[in-house]
């Protein structure tokens, strides 16, 4: 049989005979979608990370985080391809398991980079039609939300991930992406994709009016808040989901309606 030549998103090429059938996914927005494609049974290794759904806990053999992973237990399970991100997985990471076999990577900044990310798994799993059915399913929620944002004023936010250094999220990254969509102004946009920031300067510096605190990376819980407010008491600091923010794949799908409760 003639080799098929796929294309990641980060431009390297793949060669594949047949339809690879042992997968391993080191990123959980994309162990998510590869279930929500059909392709759960096809699924040989996954992060600690990797929550939904819940089943696969039980069910699937982890092999480290995302920063971190068990080159051993993943040589063990024999995968035809392993999926990695540009943003959760390190170069180096890539670079070694390219020694086991072939390493798939996504890079999704805009919601157009989701899309081709889920044609891409259909092209590259043989699931064509459910990636096109996911693919529908979302443009149209985005338009249904482009509608109903249309007339919201624009609020500036600080949206942090991380406590200790604080950090927040920047330009260029998906989170941003969203913040966007939903008429937030990125206090940090000017200040590369995660930087740290001093607590103490943010209303002087950027007076937010609006300051999220994430679920994730870092699990911010209610006692962060006033710490949080005691540093800009004008901004209204709230408790936001971080898979709706950050996770990339089907979960924009319920990310939607997330939002307009959330407005």
Same mark, same amino acid.
């Given at each position: 049989?003639?080799?098929?030549?796929?294309?990641?998103?980060?431009?390297?090429?793949? #060669?594949?005979?047949?339809?690879?059938?042992?997968?391993?996914?080191?990123?959980?927005?994309?162990?998510?979608?590869?279930?929500?494609?059909?392709? &759960?049974?096809?699924?040989?290794? $996954?992060?600690?990370?990797?929550?939904?759904?819940? #089943?696969?806990?039980?069910?699937?053999?982890?092999?480290?985080?995302?920063?971190?992973?068990?080159? /051993?237990? $993943?040589?063990?399970?024999?995968?035809?391809?392993?999926?990695?991100?540009? &943003?959760?997985?390190?170069?180096?990471?890539?670079?070694?398991?390219?020694?086991?076999?072939?390493?798939?990577?996504?890079?999704?900044?805009?919601? &157009?980079?989701n899309f081709k990310m889920i044609s891409d798994f259909g092209q590259l799993f043989n699931c064509r039609i459910e990636?096109?059915?996911?693919?529908?399913?979302?443009a149209f929620a985005w338009n249904d939300f482009k509608l109903f944002i249309k007339d919201f004023p624009v609020k500036?936010?600080?949206?942090? $991930?991380?406590?200790?250094?604080?950090?927040?999220?920047?330009?260029?990254?998906?989170?941003?992406?969203?913040?966007?969509?939903? @008429?937030? /102004?990125?206090?940090?946009?000017?200040?590369?994709?995660?930087?740290?920031?001093?607590?103490? !300067?943010?209303?002087? /510096?950027? !007076?937010?009016?609006?300051?999220?605190?994430?679920?994730?990376?870092?699990?911010?819980?209610?006692?962060?808040?006033? /710490?949080?407010? &005691?540093?800009?008491?004008?901004?209204?600091?709230?408790?936001?989901?971080?898979?709706?923010?950050?996770?990339?794949?089907?979960?924009?799908?319920?990310?939607?309606?997330?939002?307009?409760?959330? @407005?």
């Amino acid at each position: 049989m003639t080799p098929k030549i796929f294309v990641d998103q980060l431009g390297t090429s793949h #060669s594949f005979v047949t339809s690879p059938k042992r997968i391993i996914s080191l990123v959980p927005s994309q162990t998510e979608l590869l279930c929500d494609l059909g392709l &759960e049974s096809k699924i040989v290794g $996954i992060t600690k990370f990797c929550v939904h759904p819940y #089943s696969l806990k039980s069910t699937i053999k982890a092999v480290g985080g995302t920063k971190k992973v068990h080159y /051993e237990k $993943i040589r063990l399970l024999q995968p035809d391809i392993i999926i990695c991100n540009k &943003e959760e997985n390190t170069k180096e990471i890539v670079t070694e398991l390219q020694k086991i076999c072939p390493v798939w990577v996504t890079d999704i900044i805009t919601i &157009e980079d989701n899309f081709k990310m889920i044609s891409d798994f259909g092209q590259l799993f043989n699931c064509r039609i459910e990636a096109k059915k996911w693919n529908d399913k979302i443009a149209f929620a985005w338009n249904d939300f482009k509608l109903f944002i249309k007339d919201f004023p624009v609020k500036k936010v600080a949206y942090f $991930i991380w406590k200790d250094p604080f950090m927040v999220a920047g330009s260029g990254t998906f989170i941003d992406e969203l913040l966007k969509l939903n @008429h937030f /102004e990125n206090c940090y946009s000017n200040r590369g994709r995660y930087p740290e920031i001093k607590l103490q !300067n943010m209303a002087l /510096e950027n !007076n937010p009016d609006l300051v999220f605190l994430s679920s994730e990376p870092y699990p911010f819980q209610e006692k962060h808040v006033y /710490e949080i407010n &005691e540093n800009a008491p004008q901004a209204k600091t709230i408790l936001v989901d971080g898979e709706m923010f950050s996770w990339h794949g089907s979960r924009l799908l319920k990310a939607f309606a997330y939002f307009k409760q959330l @407005h």
